[in-house]
């Protein structure tokens, strides 16, 4: 059973950075791409970030590319997004998920293409 763990979320203001983390449980994380998600309230899941299995591709969102960077450290079973300049419209609940894959260099955008989530970590921007 794969297990995902969001950690680092908080209420902070407008310009400031977070680093979030995901920790997954069991031996199989270098197998797995990985993702970041979010949703705000009232609104549906929006893609935010993608990371193959090696760590070696990833993809973002067009409302967070140049600010976030996704990461990852397979040795860890840990996975980052690092958030730069945050504006208010980054608040939402951002979920970290995972599937199995074949290939490394696998970067999923859909959330159907996942199995695993996490609980969620609630990220609010103050203007």
């Known amino acids: 059973q794969v297990q995902l763990v969001e950690s680092g979320g908080g209420l902070v203001q407008a310009g400031v950075s977070l680093r979030l983390s995901c920790v997954v449980s069991g031996r199989t994380f270098s197998r797995h791409a990985m993702g970041w998600f979010r949703q705000a309230p009232g609104k549906g899941r929006e893609f935010v970030a993608a990371i193959s299995s090696s760590g070696g591709n990833t993809a973002y969102g067009d409302s967070v590319k140049a600010r976030f960077t996704i990461s990852r450290d397979n040795a860890k079973n840990t996975m980052y997004l690092q958030m730069n300049s945050l504006k208010p419209e980054d608040t939402a609940v951002y979920y970290c998920?995972?599937?199995?894959?074949?290939?490394?260099?696998?970067?999923?955008?859909?959330?159907?293409?996942?199995?695993?989530w996490g609980q969620g970590t609630q990220v609010t921007v103050s203007s």
């Open positions: 998920a995972g599937r199995l894959v074949m290939s490394s260099v696998t970067v999923s955008q859909s959330e159907n293409e996942y199995y695993y």
